[in-house]
């Protein structure tokens, strides 16, 4: 189950359920302004205190800057890592939004 979160309402804002693979989180659940900002994230599964700190740390950050951070970051011997679906996440966001916008 998804938390409960408030967001302030504007139609410009991207909003995307990513469904994970590789990784013990199952989904994330990410929301973007029409600045490319992030606004707010949401892990589902997954370890809840590190999960907690990349979500605090990357909201408020523009999406093309997280990604350049944290893209390609590995999980032990797994060829992924949560830090890395969140940049598959943000990449889907920026691709549905480009899509939508043609």
Do not use: W
Request: charged share 25%; with cysteine.
């Amino acid at each position: 189950m998804l938390p409960e979160y408030k967001l302030k309402h504007n139609s410009n804002m991207k909003h995307t359920l990513y469904q994970t693979t590789g990784t013990c989180s199952k989904m994330i659940d990410l929301t973007v302004d029409d600045n490319d900002i992030i606004q707010q994230v949401f892990f589902v599964g997954g370890c809840n205190g590190n999960l907690q700190g990349i979500c605090r740390l990357v909201t408020g950050q523009k999406v093309d800057d997280v990604i350049t951070r944290l893209d390609g970051i590995r999980c032990g011997a797994k060829p992924t890592s949560c830090p890395d679906q969140l940049c598959r996440a943000l990449e889907q966001l920026k691709r549905e939004s480009s899509a939508s916008a043609k």
